[in-house]
């Protein structure tokens, strides 16, 4: 069971994974070429490849990713700027917790998804209907990190606040603070996700401009490779940003033992 | 002193209607039109005419995704979690698999599979799938190694290994990717009909705001939400009965606190 007795054990860690991409795309692309799959649906990779490099030194393709990260980070900001302190208040007062969580509870199963014809009766289908849709389907995940994080104060870190009389201000600052972080960070990580998903789905549905819309519109227009190449710019800017997460998320948060793993 | 909880939040309930029925009043908007119309329109439509020709459509679309999804996604993921060859090998092409919005995908289903109901079911499973399959990943690779080996001494051939220590010591976490997935499928079911349907409470919905009915679009989005409400509530009530021994072992061992991760979208 040792893995080291292995012999693939003793590779690097990153071959096999890049040996699984390698084998995916060898695959598909002998598929393609050999006509086992339908080639009107399954153009070979090397082609969805040229297709996106084609795409890719053009303005209008990084116009085009730059709508949908614009999108990303005003639905992220404005779910930030409300769900964060909103959450952390709701989650500090028991009295306000009870009064809202009724309604909390209620708005929270309808899919944000549900909103689009609202978002194109208020906003349009331009840029501002995809960032509402964004921002209040962030703003949920977000909400709830935040009230968790402040409900989950170590009980001996408050009473230890307290003994020291530790004011207020003081005490949100050094106790409450600190130990609410690690999942305001999750929350933030999650929303992010969420974000980029109703973003895209902004645009591929009410056709505001940005990756999603580009997907759709080289579908109706038959350019089916070009499709393919913009699904995985999708896949990439969502790959980027999570990743992006992490790696800010651990300098951040190194002195939590959440992180010592 | 149950009673008293439950009155007051349906107390707060109220106040929050009100509250909505004096913005639309105060208003004044289309946009927001008083509740009672609302109501109505909730009424005329759901009870109960749209019953059988959208809400169970939408919800038998979702329920064929979802449970393509679980049976692959726990499949593969028992699979790809107990070996770490498989593991590391496919860990990259998954990772990324699973960060492409779902939503994008949708132009690729209507391609390859059309506009009819093989596409939705295609969309909410591919969605789905990969929350499901991560975590079970994460699951089986997560149990206690000392299980593992009690089922070695004991000579459990794989079948009976694979059924009684594998599965338990991985349900909880199964059930975490499940339970992500569960609003995963309910989006996706609702995109796909605003795209490509002609019935449908996401076609339903879409189809209200673009002629102008606006009681109807808001019913439509109440409707959604109870939906939601409910599949929610029964996958709890499900998850607390399979999983109950395991909330009874937690409980008995000290309560980690970890960050926990909601997902909702």
Same mark, same amino acid.
């Given at each position: 069971?040792?893995?080291?007795?292995?012999?693939?054990?003793?590779?690097?860690?990153?071959?096999?994974?890049?040996?699984?991409?390698?084998?995916?795309?060898?695959?598909?692309?002998?598929?393609?070429?050999?006509?086992?799959?339908?080639?009107?649906?399954?153009?070979?990779?090397?082609?969805?490849?040229?297709?996106?490099?084609?795409?890719?030194?053009?303005?209008?393709?990084?116009?085009?990713?730059?709508?949908?990260?614009?999108?990303?980070?005003?639905?992220?900001?404005?779910?930030?700027?409300?769900?964060?302190?909103?959450?952390?208040?709701?989650?500090?007062?028991?009295?306000? @917790? !009870?009064?809202? *969580? +009724?309604?909390?509870?209620?708005?929270?199963?309808? $899919? &944000?998804? #549900?909103?689009?014809?609202?978002?194109?009766?208020?906003?349009?289908?331009?840029?501002?209907?995809?960032?509402?849709?964004?921002?209040?389907?962030?703003?949920?995940?977000?909400?709830?990190?935040?009230?968790?994080?402040?409900?989950?104060?170590?009980?001996?870190?408050?009473?230890?606040?307290?003994? @020291? !009389?530790?004011? *207020? +201000?003081?005490?949100?600052?050094?106790?409450?603070? $600190? &130990?609410? #972080?690690?999942?305001?960070?999750?929350?933030?990580?999650?929303?992010?996700?969420?974000?980029?998903?109703?973003?895209?789905?902004?645009?591929?549905?009410?056709?505001?401009?940005?990756?999603?819309?580009?997907?759709?519109?080289?579908?109706?227009?038959?350019?089916?490779?070009?499709?393919?190449?913009?699904?995985?710019?999708?896949?990439?800017?969502?790959?980027?940003?999570?990743?992006?997460?992490?790696?800010?998320?651990?300098?951040?948060?190194?002195?939590?033992?959440?992180?010592?793993? | 002193?149950?009673?008293?909880?439950?009155?007051?939040?349906?107390?707060?309930?109220?106040?929050?209607?009100?509250?909505?029925?004096?913005?639309?009043?105060?208003?004044?908007?289309?946009?927001?039109?008083?509740?009672?119309?609302?109501?109505?329109?909730?009424?005329?439509?759901?009870?109960?005419?749209?019953?059988?020709?959208?809400?169970?459509?939408?919800?038998?679309?979702?329920?064929?995704?979802?449970?393509?999804?679980?049976?692959?996604?726990?499949?593969?993921?028992?699979?790809?979690?107990?070996?770490?060859?498989?593991?590391?090998?496919?860990?990259?092409?998954?990772?990324?698999?699973?960060?492409?919005?779902?939503?994008?995908?949708?132009?690729?289903?209507?391609?390859?599979?059309?506009?009819?109901?093989?596409?939705?079911?295609?969309?909410?499973?591919?969605?789905?799938?990969?929350?499901?399959?991560?975590?079970?990943?994460?699951?089986?690779?997560?149990?206690?190694?000392?299980?593992?080996?009690?089922?070695?001494?004991?000579?459990?051939?794989?079948?009976?290994?694979?059924?009684?220590?594998?599965?338990?010591?991985?349900?909880?976490?199964?059930?975490?990717?499940?339970?992500?997935?569960?609003?995963?499928?309910?989006?996706?079911?609702?995109?796909?009909?605003?795209?490509?349907?002609?019935?449908?409470?996401?076609?339903?919905?879409?189809?209200?705001?673009?002629?102008?009915?606006?009681?109807?679009?808001?019913?439509?989005?109440?409707?959604?939400?109870?939906?939601?409400?409910?599949?929610?509530?029964?996958?709890?009530?499900?998850?607390?009965?399979?999983?109950?021994?395991?909330?009874?072992?937690?409980?008995?061992?000290?309560?980690?606190?970890?960050?926990?991760?909601?997902?909702?979208?």
């Amino acid at each position: 069971m040792i893995a080291a007795d292995r012999p693939l054990a003793r590779l690097p860690g990153w071959v096999l994974g890049t040996a699984g991409v390698a084998v995916v795309l060898v695959v598909f692309e002998l598929a393609a070429r050999l006509k086992l799959l339908p080639a009107r649906w399954f153009p070979p990779p090397s082609e969805i490849l040229r297709a996106l490099a084609d795409e890719a030194v053009t303005a209008e393709f990084w116009k085009t990713v730059w709508a949908t990260l614009r999108g990303w980070a005003m639905g992220l900001g404005i779910a930030a700027l409300v769900a964060i302190p909103v959450g952390m208040l709701i989650g500090a007062i028991p009295f306000l @917790y !009870r009064q809202v *969580r +009724v309604v909390i509870e209620f708005l929270r199963p309808i $899919p &944000s998804v #549900a909103l689009i014809p609202v978002a194109v009766l208020l906003f349009g289908t331009g840029f501002g209907g995809k960032v509402f849709l964004a921002s209040f389907a962030a703003t949920w995940p977000l909400l709830f990190q935040s009230m968790y994080g402040v409900q989950d104060v170590d009980p001996v870190a408050r009473d230890t606040a307290r003994a @020291y !009389r530790l004011g *207020r +201000v003081r005490q949100a600052l050094f106790v409450t603070l $600190p &130990s609410a #972080a690690p999942y305001i960070a999750t929350g933030l990580r999650v929303s992010s996700a969420v974000a980029l998903i109703l973003v895209v789905t902004g645009e591929l549905v009410i056709g505001s401009a940005g990756v999603g819309n580009a997907i759709a519109v080289a579908r109706s227009g038959g350019d089916v490779a070009v499709a393919y190449g913009y699904i995985a710019v999708a896949g990439l800017l969502g790959l980027a940003l999570n990743t992006l997460f992490k790696i800010v998320e651990r300098p951040v948060l190194h002195w939590h033992p959440g992180q010592r793993r | 002193m149950k009673w008293r909880g439950v009155l007051a939040d349906v107390a707060r309930f109220g106040v929050f209607l009100l509250l909505w029925q004096l913005a639309a009043m105060a208003l004044d908007s289309a946009f927001l039109p008083p509740l009672g119309e609302v109501f109505r329109a909730f009424a005329d439509s759901f009870i109960f005419e749209r019953i059988w020709s959208d809400v169970v459509p939408s919800i038998g679309r979702m329920a064929a995704g979802y449970a393509l999804a679980a049976a692959v996604g726990v499949g593969a993921g028992l699979m790809i979690g107990s070996n770490w060859v498989v593991r590391r090998t496919t860990g990259p092409v998954t990772e990324f698999l699973r960060a492409i919005p779902p939503p994008a995908l949708l132009p690729f289903a209507m391609l390859v599979f059309g506009f009819g109901l093989s596409m939705k079911v295609f969309v909410i499973a591919i969605g789905c799938v990969w929350p499901i399959l991560l975590n079970t990943v994460d699951g089986v690779r997560g149990a206690d190694p000392m299980f593992n080996e009690v089922a070695r001494v004991y000579r459990l051939d794989s079948r009976s290994r694979l059924r009684r220590v594998v599965i338990p010591a991985a349900a909880p976490q199964i059930a975490v990717g499940l339970r992500a997935s569960l609003s995963i499928a309910l989006i996706l079911m609702v995109i796909s009909e605003m795209v490509a349907s002609t019935n449908g409470l996401g076609y339903f919905v879409l189809q209200a705001q673009r002629t102008f009915r606006l009681d109807d679009m808001w019913a439509g989005i109440l409707m959604l939400g109870i939906v939601g409400f409910a599949l929610n509530a029964v996958f709890v009530a499900g998850e607390r009965r399979v999983l109950a021994w395991h909330r009874g072992m937690r409980a008995a061992s000290d309560a980690s606190a970890e960050p926990m991760e909601a997902v909702s979208a």
